[in-house]
Nanobody, 122 residues
């Protein structure tokens, strides 16, 4: 089992950058595929990015390609989401999740953090 805690959210102006972190507990972090999802008010949770066990493979939602970068440091049990060129439509609660396969389906991830709010002002 793994517990996840996100941090790094906040208020930023359009065009700005933020880096989200997700710290995981437990010794098995490197065995999990990690993902980032987000949920805006009144909308369904949507996929943002995912990264393989060792970080060699990544995948992104079309809406964030070229702007967001997912990475991980298995020695620190942490996954990151570097966000640049932020837009007001990126405003959402961002969640990290751990699962067994790289997928954009949130139901395939077994463990979730509590979320961190990202607000982008215009």
């Amino acid at each position: 089992q793994v517990q996840l805690v996100e941090s790094g959210g906040g208020l930023v102006q359009a065009g700005g950058s933020l880096r989200l972190s997700c710290a995981a507990s437990g010794r098995t972090f490197s065995r999990y595929v990690m993902g980032w999802f987000r949920q805006a008010p009144g909308k369904e949770r949507e996929f943002v990015a995912t990264i393989s066990w060792r970080g060699g493979s990544t995948d992104y939602a079309d809406s964030v390609k070229g702007r967001f970068t997912i990475s991980r440091d298995n020695a620190k049990n942490t996954v990151y989401l570097q966000m640049t060129s932020l837009k007001p439509e990126d405003t959402a609660v961002f969640y990290c999740a751990a699962g067994s396969s790289m997928t954009n389906r949130w139901s395939n991830y077994n463990y979730w953090g509590q979320g961190t709010q990202v607000t982008v002002s215009s």
